[in-house]
């Protein structure tokens, strides 16, 4: 049996015990109470002691006490009073290691300290689906249900603010909370790099690859940051080349797609792409729409339809902007002494964008200054003399408008999101060495915004 995944308990001088009818009456308030912040694994803690005052709870490792002690200690504290009629605290407590119980010393990367901290909200019944990312969705599901087995690896991408750590929390609270036994090891890609750097200095190497090959869930945020590492892509190819032979599950994010990373190696690239790789792109008004409400009935807040859509079509790019915005409406109301409105909501965004730029504006400026036809460019035509034209209206469109790529395609005979992505990016680097396409393309921008016909 995996020792990584069993406590031992000491035995020690016996203690007064809390009685079960008080224990069930603690937990069955917290859960009346707050049951957002409920988990599933609650039933797993066990109530040592209640000796001067003091209830002490034993966890089963250091990730539910840090979780504990950081949302629950004051609704667990008020629950043990009301139950015990008593001013009563709470002492969150993690067994020692079973390594320990036997005198041994603690291995060097086996404490969880370093693991990030899962944001209680981050569950896949607040993850708003839409076309953008519906398959990263429907597939980090599967993935909770039989880890290991379906999509492995699993590679998310997308620019910040996208969903992808709430995606990746998701997984990893579905599989704390659904009474299995699994170990999972949820760290960022700086983590992994300085376990292995120290690791390599203090000659604990066999620890740190016991560590890190002995997880059924290893999850990885921001993995582009191995890039340049050699040593460390090195050590990362051998752990997910055993945990992937023994169908452990292997969940990684990045801002770009495995083949975008600077100086990854190719055996990497080959082995991140031999699995689920799967986009999170820009959200179309609709589902900014559903975030807005979704996150509104969290924070108990009630914002009428019309304030919902001028906030989705105000912020179109990132879902934390959405949540701020929100976050400071709300707070402007509540200077005011009054119910969210419009207007209220237009002070606290202050002055938007002066105008919005349609996709057909792009085509027929770059159709004008190229002398192509409209009609060429959203057919489908492959001759570089119309296909070149074709993917700068796709790079402006992206630069220009809040479209997703799926929205910017069906303006090109229907394109999919790959192709218009390959085509932004292809022009966007070609931009960067020529000189001449820059300005070109700067000035076609310019004519666009300034609704020069």
């Known amino acids: 049996m995996d020792g990584l995944g069993v406590w031992f308990r000491i035995v020690q001088q016996p203690m007064p015990k809390v009685p079960t009818v008080v224990w069930n009456d603690i937990l069955g308030q917290v859960r009346t109470n707050q049951p957002q912040l409920s988990r599933g694994w609650f039933s797993d803690l066990e109530p040592s002691d209640l000796d001067g005052g003091v209830l002490h709870i034993r966890t089963s490792n250091e990730a539910q006490t840090r979780y504990l002690k950081q949302h629950c200690a004051a609704v667990f504290s008020e629950a043990a009073q009301a139950a015990t009629g008593r001013l009563v605290t709470v002492l969150f407590e993690t067994p020692p290691h079973p390594q320990e119980s036997k005198g041994l010393k603690g291995l060097p990367f086996d404490d969880d300290q370093d693991q990030l901290l899962l944001n209680p909200d981050y569950t896949f019944d607040h993850f708003v689906t839409g076309p953008c990312n519906r398959l990263a969705h429907a597939a980090a599901q599967a993935i909770s249900e039989e880890p290991g087995r379906a999509y492995n690896p699993f590679f998310v991408y997308g620019p910040a603010g996208l969903g992808k750590t709430h995606l990746l929390q998701a997984i990893c609270h579905t599989l704390q909370n659904g009474g299995r036994r699994a170990t999972s090891l949820y760290i960022s890609c700086e ?28 999850v990885i945020d921001d993995i582009q940051f191995l890039a ?39 055996r990497l690239v080959s082995r991140f792409n031999s699995g689920l790789v799967a986009l999170l792109d820009q959200p179309c008004l609709e589902t900014r729409m559903a975030i807005v409400r979704k996150k509104a009935r969290l924070r108990c807040i009630e914002v009428p339809e019309d304030v919902i859509r001028f906030v989705a079509s105000r912020i179109d790019r990132n879902i934390r902007e959405l949540e701020g915005a929100l976050i400071k409406i709300d707070a402007l109301s509540q200077t005011r002494s009054g119910a969210i409105h419009l207007d209220l909501a237009r002070d606290a965004l202050g002055p938007g964008p002066t105008r919005s730029i349609p996709i057909p504006d792009i085509l027929e400026a770059v159709a004008r200054r190229l002398n192509v036809k409209v009609s060429d460019l959203q057919s489908k035509k492959r001759a570089k003399v119309v296909t070149q034209p074709r993917h700068m209206c796709m790079y402006l469109a992206r630069q220009l408008t809040p479209r997703s790529l799926e929205e910017i395609g069906g303006y090109f005979g229907g394109r999919d999101h790959s192709t218009v992505l390959h085509a932004s990016r292809a022009i966007g680097q070609a931009a960067d060495k020529d000189p001449q396409l820059r300005a070109l393309l700067d000035e076609i921008a310019s004519e666009v915004k300034n609704g020069v016909h």
């Not at 050699?230 to 083949?259: G, K, M």
């Open 191 to 218: 983590t992994f790099i300085n376990h292995f750097i120290e690791a390599v200095e203090q000659g604990a190497l066999n620890q740190f690859r016991y560590r890190y090959r002995h997880v059924d869930l290893l």
């Open 228 to 266: 340049e590492r050699e040593r460390s892509q090195e050590e990362f190819f051998h752990t997910f080349n055993t945990l992937h032979q023994s169908q452990r599950q292997i969940v990684l994010s990045a801002d770009c797609t495995p083949s975008e990373i600077p100086s990854l190696e190719e």
